[in-house]
């Protein structure tokens, strides 16, 4: 099993940065992928970012330029630095840790509100 706890969310305005964090524990050494997602009532879940452990990023067309996951060495902690924070991108933001074997497992999820 593996348990992931987000941090970080909140309320900031328009321009302004946040930076999430994801913290796995458990069978750690079964993770071959984290990512950062996030939903709205009207917009499905959508990956916002990931990062495999040997450092592979993909980051969605939205958040480009803007957003940067990371990765600590121990490989057990993911950070989603949010930069230039627009009013779209409020949203409940979920991390997700997948597994070669186990499948997937979520977080509760972390709000983020952009606004003036």
């Known amino acids: 099993q593996v348990q992931v706890v987000e941090s970080g969310g909140g309320a900031v305005q328009p321009g302004g940065s946040l930076r999430l964090t994801c913290a796995a524990s458990?069978?750690?050494?079964?993770?071959?992928?984290m990512g950062w997602y996030r939903q709205t009532p009207d917009i499905p879940r959508e990956l916002v970012a990931a990062?495999?452990?040997?450092?592979?990023?993909n980051h969605g067309d939205s958040v480009k330029g803007r957003f940067t996951i990371s990765m600590n060495d121990a490989k057990n902690t993911v950070y989603l630095q949010m930069n230039r924070l627009k009013s779209e991108d409020t949203a409940v933001y979920y991390c997700n840790a997948r597994t070669i074997t186990r499948g997937d497992f979520w977080g509760q999820g972390t709000q983020v509100t952009v606004s003036s």
């Open positions: 990062i495999t452990t040997s450092g592979l990023t």
């Open positions: 458990g069978d750690i050494s079964s993770i071959n992928f």
